[in-house]
């Protein structure tokens, strides 16, 4: 039994869970999501709050009752208070600019990335930080994986596009290694 599938998903004031047949709607101040589970999965709302079942047992019904329960949580809580994932650009001369809902990026290429945002999606710029918001946690993990794709961190300098809390792992290079001597 998935410890995580058993805990009730608290309602928040201002958000409303609809569940009909296998699909959860959940609408609030930022937003609506609507999600479909397998129809071995039951969902109820009860005294304001979600309660997750599994119908059956078994390992694959399972893995999906507490994986359920965790993506009606995430719709619950991206529509009350929204999710945000944060990048830094780290380099010389390395900069993002805002223009209306595109972003552009320059990271040494010899042209800007431009990067358009998707339905539910903004982009903030301040300085070298660039910070994905919106209500669909899938959504805005997408979006800053494609914007880090652009120019993943390299383990030398460290230079490229990383997310705010990442630890980059350094590697020593070629001047380390002569230092050393030959090896035998």
């Known amino acids: 039994m998935s410890k995580i599938g058993k805990q009730p998903v608290t309602i928040p004031t201002g958000v409303t869970v609809e569940v009909s047949g296998h699909t959860v709607t959940v609408t609030g101040p930022k937003g609506t999501l609507k999600r479909h589970f397998a129809p071995e ?10 309660v997750v079942s599994a119908k059956s047992s078994g390992k694959y019904v399972m893995a999906l009752f507490g994986t359920t329960r965790a993506l009606i949580n995430n719709d619950v809580i991206g529509v009350s208070t929204g999710w945000s994932k944060k990048l830094e650009l780290v380099g010389t001369g390395f900069r993002a600019e805002l223009s209306g809902n595109e972003l552009s990026l320059t990271v040494g290429y010899s042209h800007p990335v431009k990067i ?22 899938g959504l805005v993990g997408q979006v800053a994986a494609n914007i880090r794709s652009v120019r993943p ?30 090896s035998a």
């Open 41 to 50: 999965i039951g969902v109820a709302v009860e005294d304001g709050k979600v």
């Open 116 to 137: 358009k945002a998707p339905e539910g999606i903004a982009f903030k710029v301040e300085k070298a930080i660039v910070s994905v918001d919106g209500f669909d946690r």
């Open 153 to 182: 961190p390299e383990p030398y300098k460290g230079k490229g596009i990383k997310y705010v809390d990442e630890v980059i792992r350094r590697k020593a290079g070629k001047a380390a290694a002569a230092k050393a001597g030959p």
